[in-house]
Structures are given as C-alpha cells and as structure tokens.
C-alpha cells in the first residue's frame, strides 16, 4: 500500500528544490503581472522606473532565498550601474528627475542580504551582537528624532545607514572558506576595473548622457561636459563614491595577488589611472591608509613584500600620469597634496569646521536622521538642504545623532575593531582577510575628517570588506572547534581508552 501511495505521490511536491522552484515560477508570474499592471495604470516614466526596480530587485531576492554565493556580486554590479542606468533613462526621455525610484534601487537590493540568515540570527557571536545593539540604539534614537524634525528624509538617511550594516550579521552566520571569500574580494576589483575603464572612455569623450545629467544636476565640482575637463564619476552618481570604489578595491589588489581580479596588474593600472582621473584626494589618502595598516600588522617579510608592490605601482603612475591626456591638471591636483594649506577646498573644509564645530554643543541632542546629506532632498523639495553636503564626517555623526548617540555609535565600531583584533590571540595571528578588514575599518575611522563614510555605496563597500574578515574568523573558529571535537571522539573511542575505563 506504501508503495502505491508513493506512485500516486506526485513527486514534485515530495523535493525541496521542486518546491524551490514553483515558488521562483510563482514569483516570476507576480512580478511580470506587477510590471504588467504598472505599465497599463500608472504614468509612463514611473512605470518603467518600477519595471526597472523590480528587474534588478528580482535575481537578489532569487539568489537570497537559495543563499547563492553570487548574491554579494551581484550587489555590488546593482551599486555599479544602477547610476549609470538612471542616467540613461533620463536623457531618453528628455527630463531630468532629481528623485528618482531607481535612486533606492541598490539600498532594496542590499536588504535582502538578511534573508538568508534571518533564521539563525540567535547564533550570532555575543560580541557581534553587542555591537549591533548599540548600532540599533543609535539608529533608533535617530530616526524618532529625525522623523519628527526631518519627516521622511529620516526614513531614507536611516535605510542608508541600517541596509549596509546588515552586512554584517550576514557575515557573522555565513559559512564562507577562503576561496569564496576571494571571490568576492575578486569581484569588488572586477566591478572596480570596469568603473575605471568606462571613466576613462568618459574622461576622453563624455557620453551624452553624463553631459546631459551634468547639464541639469547643479554640481559645480564636477567640472564641465567636456573632454578632458570632466571630473570623472564613471558609472556612479559624483566624483567621490568612484573615488572611493576604486580605493576600496585597489587596496587588496595591491596586497595581494589573488585578488587582482581578471586581468591582474593591468587591472591595477586600470583602476589606478580610473582613481587618478576622478581627482578625489581623500580617495587617496584612504588608500594610503589602508595600506600602512594592513603592512603595520604584517610580519617582517611580508612589509618587504608590501613595500615592494607599493613602490612598483608609484614607479608605474610615474611613468603614466605624464603619458595622459590632461596630465598637467593631474599633475597639479596632486601636486596640492604637499601643499596642502595653500589648496582652496582644504581652506573650505577647514572654514566649514570651524562653523560647524560649534554647534555639537548648541545642539547636544543632535538634528536627526534626514538632516544631513542627500536625504535633505525629500524634506526640501528636490534640492539639497542646508547641510546637503558635509565635508566632515566626525561632526556629521554626532550632528546626527547627539553626543551621546554619537559616542555609542564609536564605541560600536571600537567593539567590532577588538572582535578582529581577537583572532590574533585566538587563531595565532591575523590572518590576510581580518588584515584587510581591519586596515578598512580603522582607515574609515580616520577619512572621517573628509567624510562619513558609513552610509550608503561607501557604507557597504566598508561593512562588506569588514565582513569578509568576519567571516575568516568564524570560519577559523569552526574548523579548530570541527578538529577539537574529532579529537576527542577518536579518543574516546580509542582502545587504550577502553582499557584504561576496564581497570
């Protein structure tokens, strides 16, 4: 009778991945249904940025319910092109659109880094977990003051803080081995190789697209729509984001060889060059940074190592930079690095703080989420508000988020900086992934003189890079644990064990 009803059994609903699959099948006819129904009933530029949204939204939250390795990738191209692809549309269709749906098409599409794990969030390490208590705290306190002072541009600022920071207990409840952790340090220099190679084609002739967003956008900074005279973004949304994407990744692609990517050194080239055209010193200096950590908590041969790869990549923008299209405008936009007092945005920055300075005393308690930066827009009618841009990322948390808010939020970083720090007690030494996640978190600390860099696209390159360490050590953590356990099972079972017990 068994055996019949097996039969009878239709075997698609007895397989898990069957079940996998109607439910994709399922969610493919909703969205094609959804897209259908936006198209037919609603205004025809917000349908096609729906359609949009839903089409990249749609393969992460695939890859999420399978808990596919390639869901960080993924992300980060979303991240990539998601600027460009905005861009695209608005010149097709003639007008400029200052908020837009496919502005928070990379944020939806991060959020779903948490399900995959949301099932096993009470196994997060207990010091993994303080820090994100205390992050909530300060998120929480932000966005009910910012709500009732900033109204929606809260809820925006929070999503741009909060959504990255998901990274991070989907790094503490993931099981990657080295080569998936590579993979995705691989991927973070492959999407920074093709930023670099199309901010070159941008550099040498602008697309009509990027003029035409340039034409409407009121940046200043950003140069003119003219070969040469572009202060290049590439496929991103300004100057800086690219900076820092091409320093995010050009840090590992100078340490180590296994994560340069596709085309190797000349991917380094590459992504050198796409940095030098963008013009962000602060970019620069992160990269340094980085760098100095990540060798300063090295062992002695491998300085010698690092030293050489570094000199190898300033004797190669040496030979370069002079070789470039532009090179004298190049030349003299780092040449202010040394002569840093006489530079006129410094002497700006250092205007602004000292305005600014002041005022974490006039207001202990802070302004709120959606005071500052580009969340301002929904709180003022498209346009920047009044701290729209903040050149300092110190004063901007505690701006935020008040004194104490802002203290909480340091010492959840400082608590997440010893939980690396821990592995070198732990697992004899650091290994090369917590090197590079360290050198991240400690450099962000010190950028914040030039920006905030926890919010947003350089939020989740920082908390991603940060998670790849994370994740080495939890890995590292199991494997000895897996080996201890194994140890004593084969001597509990072992003869001489036996014959200790019978005497």
């Keep these: 009778m068994d055996e019949i009803s097996k039969m009878i059994k239709p075997p698609f609903i007895t397989t898990q991945a069957s079940r996998m699959t109607i439910l994709l099948v399922g969610m493919a006819l909703f969205v094609s249904l959804l897209i259908g129904y936006s198209s037919a009933t609603l205004d025809p530029e917000l349908s096609i940025q729906i359609t949009i949204l839903l089409m990249l939204l749609f393969p992460a939250f695939v890859m999420a319910l399978i808990d596919s390795r390639r869901l960080i990738p993924y992300i980060l191209l979303v991240w990539v092109i998601c600027p460009e692809i905005r861009r695209i549309q608005d010149w097709m269709e003639g007008t400029y659109h200052s908020v837009s749906l496919l502005s928070i098409a990379p944020l939806l599409t991060s959020a779903v880094v948490i399900i995959p794990v949301i099932s096993k969030l009470?196994?997060?390490?207990?010091?993994?977990?303080?820090?994100?208590?205390?992050l909530a705290i300060v998120l929480l306190y932000g966005s009910l003051y910012g709500i009732a002072k900033n109204g929606s541009g809260a809820l925006y600022d929070l999503a741009n803080y909060f959504i990255p920071i998901l990274l991070i207990p989907y790094a503490a409840l993931s099981k990657f081995d080295s080569k998936a952790l590579d993979r995705l340090l691989i991927a973070l220099s492959d999407t920074a190789i093709l930023i670099a190679v199309y901010g070159i084609i941008q550099y040498v002739m602008v697309p009509p697209w990027d003029a035409f967003w340039m034409n409407h956008v009121e940046m200043t900074s950003i140069g003119k729509p003219l070969p040469l005279?572009?202060?290049?973004?590439?496929?991103?949304?300004?100057?800086?984001?690219?900076?820092?994407?091409?320093?995010?990744?050009?840090?590992?692609?100078?340490?180590?060889?296994?994560?340069?990517?596709?085309?190797?050194?000349?991917?380094?080239?590459?992504?050198?060059?796409?940095?030098?055209?963008?013009?962000?010193?602060?970019?620069?200096?992160?990269?340094?940074?980085?760098?100095?950590?990540?060798?300063?908590?090295?062992?002695?041969?491998?300085k010698w190592k690092l030293i050489a790869q570094l000199t190898a990549v300033i004797g190669a923008m040496y030979v370069i930079i002079p070789k470039l299209p532009g090179a004298q405008g190049l030349v003299d936009r780092l040449g202010t690095m040394t002569a840093i007092q006489d530079d006129h945005s410094y002497n700006e920055r250092l205007d602004f703080f000292?305005?600014?300075?002041?005022?974490?005393?006039?207001?202990?308690?802070?302004?709120?989420?959606?005071?500052?930066?580009?969340?301002?827009k929904l709180s003022n009618g498209g346009a920047l508000g009044e701290y729209g841009i903040f050149d300092n990322g110190f004063v901007a948390v505690f701006l935020t988020f008040g004194i104490l808010g802002g203290l909480l939020f340091f010492w959840a970083?400082?608590?997440?900086?010893?939980?690396?720090?821990?592995?070198?007690?732990?697992?004899?030494?650091?290994?090369?992934?917590?090197?590079?996640?360290?050198?991240?978190?400690?450099?962000?600390?010190?950028?914040?003189?030039?920006?905030?860099?926890?919010?947003?696209?350089?939020?989740?390159?920082?908390?991603?890079?940060?998670?790849?360490?994370?994740?080495?050590?939890?890995?590292?953590?199991?494997?000895?644990?897996?080996?201890?356990?194994?140890?004593?099972?084969?001597?509990?079972?072992?003869?001489?064990?036996?014959?200790?017990?019978?005497?």
């Design 122 to 134: 009470h196994q997060m390490d207990s010091r993994i977990n303080k820090a994100l208590i205390y």
């Design 229 to 302: 005279e572009i202060r290049v973004f590439s496929t991103l949304n300004s100057p800086g984001p690219a900076g820092t994407y091409l320093a995010s990744a050009l840090a590992p692609m100078i340490l180590d060889k296994r994560w340069r990517g596709s085309l190797g050194w000349l991917g380094v080239i590459l992504v050198t060059v796409g940095l030098l055209i963008t013009l962000v010193r602060s970019a620069w200096v992160m990269l340094f940074i980085d760098i100095v950590i990540y060798t300063a908590v090295s062992a002695g041969r491998q």
């Design 354 to 376: 000292h305005t600014v300075f002041p005022m974490l005393f006039a207001k202990p308690l802070g302004l709120g989420l959606g005071s500052i930066g580009v969340g301002t």
């Design 413 to 503: 970083l400082w608590v997440v900086t010893r939980f690396l720090l821990s592995q070198k007690n732990e697992t004899d030494g650091l290994n090369l992934y917590s090197k590079i996640a360290l050198s991240a978190l400690l450099g962000s600390i010190i950028c914040l003189v030039f920006e905030n860099g926890y919010t947003g696209l350089k939020g989740f390159l920082l908390w991603m890079v940060v998670g790849v360490g994370i994740m080495a050590h939890q890995t590292i953590v199991q494997e000895r644990r897996q080996v201890s356990d194994a140890a004593t099972s084969q001597l509990e079972n072992s003869p001489h064990k036996a014959s200790i017990r019978l005497h």
